[in-house]
């Protein structure tokens, strides 16, 4: 059975730095692409950034390049979010998804009906 759990979730004054921790279980995350999606109150769900299965390939929502960065390391079947410079506008429930469709593609998808697998979130607050 496969799971995803998002982790590092918090509050956070603005201009504060928090990292989001994403661990798979049941699903070797190595040969996939992950990605981190968010959803304010009352807003449609969003897509954040997104990592190919070996590291060499990110995409970055537009408004987040430059604060925000994803990272993985498949030895520990991880991915991370780091997001600097925070402001009162990040927050949101944070999930993470893995697309566990295309094989070592490096080919990153934006829509989250791309992505087989999710994470429960983690509630991110950010205060002025």
């Known amino acids: 059975q496969v799971q995803v759990a998002e982790s590092g979730g918090g509050l956070v004054q603005a201009g504060g730095s928090l990292r989001l921790s994403c661990v798979a279980s049941?699903?070797?995350?190595?040969?996939?692409?992950m990605a981190w999606f968010r959803q304010a109150p009352g807003k449609e769900r969003e897509f954040v950034a997104a990592?190919?299965?070996?590291?060499?390939?990110?995409y970055y929502a537009g408004s987040l390049k430059g604060r925000f960065t994803i990272s993985r390391v498949n030895a520990l079947n991880t991915v991370y979010l780091q997001m600097n410079s925070l402001k009162p506008e990040d927050t949101a429930v944070y999930y993470c998804?893995?697309?566990?469709?295309?094989?070592?593609?490096?080919?990153?998808?934006?829509?989250?009906?791309?992505?087989?697998?999710w994470g429960q979130g983690t509630q991110v607050i950010v205060s002025s």
């Open positions: 998804a893995a697309e566990t469709t295309y094989y070592r593609s490096t080919y990153l998808y934006t829509r989250g009906q791309e992505y087989d697998f």
């Open positions: 049941g699903l070797t995350l190595s040969s996939y692409a």
């Open positions: 990592i190919s299965w070996n590291g060499g390939n990110t």
